[in-house]
């Protein structure tokens, strides 16, 4: 049966709708060369896992400089240690399971596949319509900060959502401050470099995905790297989420405790090439259902992005990237089906 666009609803599109899915569905049958194949990628021991304890202490220039290695050698690593609490984050990932798992007729007031819309649940990607696979998540997305902004358009539903993720928004705001002001002086930037509008913008972002009746021939996230500032994802304790190194994939071992951190691609750009950002995906699995909290922070639209200047004067480099707005950064990334590193190419030097 084949349903024209306007009546298929969320209802209908939403995987955490589905119950008893007995085979994977033909519009989620990756081709060939796309698929993750069924070789069991195992967590990597290799992983970096930065610990904050001693961080005000006389350790701070030894963990400054294992996150700036970690950044440059993978584009991403763990963090324990970081200051939330495991009740908070505990809470936090009930809220968000207790969301998806509502029922389909509450989730459908959040559907939308409009980028500009405040609170948005969607499937797949933005481009569900147009796309000739899906992929197996569904996403719910909005800003945080400055939270009393936005958390009027938050779900008020399961009971403590603006309660519980305003109190993690917060804290996930401080952590990923206090990362940025590692980073900065790590890098020999001013005192307060990423502070202002260079980290204006907040959003969390939760994916969610169902237990997969076929994860080799699908994904529940495409390979790719994160657009913004710098992101750190609460992964729970299911595995999912791979990294490319050295061109093979590697798993990301989910510790309950840690955040996982990935530079943005426009750290790549402030550190003219010295920091990466890790191209990763998320692979799905048949078991059980995965939900990662993702929280990302971004440049406000009109600031100005460019490699920084003590960066290029302390080794006389020359810029790699011409500046620009984080407003024309992201038409290019929306422009370019959501590939980010495509979208760097345009203002590739
Ligand atoms: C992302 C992302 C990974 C995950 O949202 O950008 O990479 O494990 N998420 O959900
Ligand atoms: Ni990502």
């Known amino acids: 049966m084949c349903l024209p666009m306007h009546a298929v609803s969320s209802m209908d599109v939403l995987t955490s709708n589905w119950s008893n899915i007995q085979s994977l569905p033909e519009s989620y049958v990756f081709p060939l060369e796309r698929r993750p194949g069924t070789n069991n990628i195992p967590a990597s021991k290799d992983i970096p896992i930065i610990n904050l304890e001693n961080i005000y202490g006389p350790e701070r220039p030894e963990i400054v400089q294992h996150i700036i290695k970690a950044s440059q050698d993978f584009g991403l690593f763990q963090v324990i240690n970081h200051g939330v609490s495991r009740d ?75 309660n519980i993720i305003g109190k993690y928004s917060i804290e996930a705001r401080k952590f990923l401050l206090t990362m940025l002001e590692l980073i900065c002086e790590g890098m020999g930037l001013e005192t307060g470099y990423f ?107 009109d600031i100005l992005i460019r490699p920084a200047d003590s960066v290029l004067k302390e080794s006389s480099l020359t810029p790699l990237y011409r500046g620009y707005t984080y407003k024309e950064f ?15 190419e345009c203002f590739k030097l």
């Open 88 to 162: 908070l984050m505990d809470q936090t990932m009930r809220i968000f399971q207790d969301f998806f798992a509502s029922p389909a007729e509450f989730k459908s007031r959040f559907y939308s596949n409009d980028l500009n819309s405040s609170c948005r649940l969607y499937t797949s990607t933005l481009n569900y319509k147009n796309e000739t696979v899906h992929y197996w998540r569904d996403n719910l997305t909005h800003r945080c900060h400055p939270l009393e902004d936005h958390i009027i358009h938050w779900p008020e539903n399961p009971s403590g959502y603006r």
């Open 195 to 301: 502070g202002g509008e260079l980290s204006k913008t907040q959003l969390i972002s939760v994916n969610h995905h169902i237990p997969c009746p076929n994860p080799s021939l699908t994904l529940g996230m495409p390979e790719h790297c994160d657009p913004n500032l710098i992101s750190m994802l609460q992964q729970g304790n299911i595995s999912g989420l791979q990294a490319l190194k050295d061109g093979r994939w590697i798993g990301i071992e989910p510790l309950p405790n840690a955040f996982v951190v990935i530079p943005g691609l426009q750290l790549r750009v402030i550190s003219n090439g010295k920091l990466s950002s890790a191209v990763h995906r998320v692979v799905t699995n048949s078991k059980e259902s995965r939900t990662t909290i993702g929280t990302f922070v971004a440049p406000s639209s």
């Open 330 to 344: 992201f038409s290019m990334f929306t422009g370019n089906n959501c590939e980010a590193e495509r979208a760097l």
